[in-house]
């Protein structure tokens, strides 16, 4: 069982940057994959970022280059540091971790982008 908790959203303009932050119950290091997921009103969930126990990481393409993930073992958590933001990156973020064959989710966090 892996319990998830995001943090770090909010409301910014257009072309400013925020950091999501996903906590999790177990050291991070022992989970396969961890990734960073949005739902937007009326859309479903897609995969923003994704990375590996190796560290390689995936991105959907509208968020290449303005976005990055990463792992902070000494916090246990997995960050996704979001630049460059656009009102279409309006949406609620969830952390996702693949552990054991089973997925987990997290509560998720409102990300607001006013233009």
């Known amino acids: 069982q892996v319990q998830l908790v995001e943090s770090g959203g909010g409301l910014v303009q257009a072309g400013g940057s925020l950091r999501l932050s996903c906590a999790a119950s177990?050291?991070?290091?022992?989970?396969?994959?961890m990734g960073w997921y949005r739902q937007a009103p009326g859309k479903q969930r897609d995969m923003v970022a994704t990375?590996?126990?190796?560290?390689?990481?995936n991105y959907a393409d509208s968020v290449k280059g303005r976005f990055t993930i990463s792992r902070v073992n000494a916090k246990n958590t997995v960050d996704l540091q979001m630049n460059s933001l656009k009102p279409e990156d309006t949406a609620v973020y969830y952390c996702?971790?693949?552990?054991?064959?089973?997925?987990?989710w997290g509560q998720g966090t409102q990300v607001t982008v006013s233009s």
């Open positions: 990375i590996t126990s190796g560290g390689i990481t």
């Open positions: 177990t050291r991070i290091f022992s989970i396969n994959t």
């Open positions: 996702k971790a693949r552990y054991n064959w089973a997925d987990y």
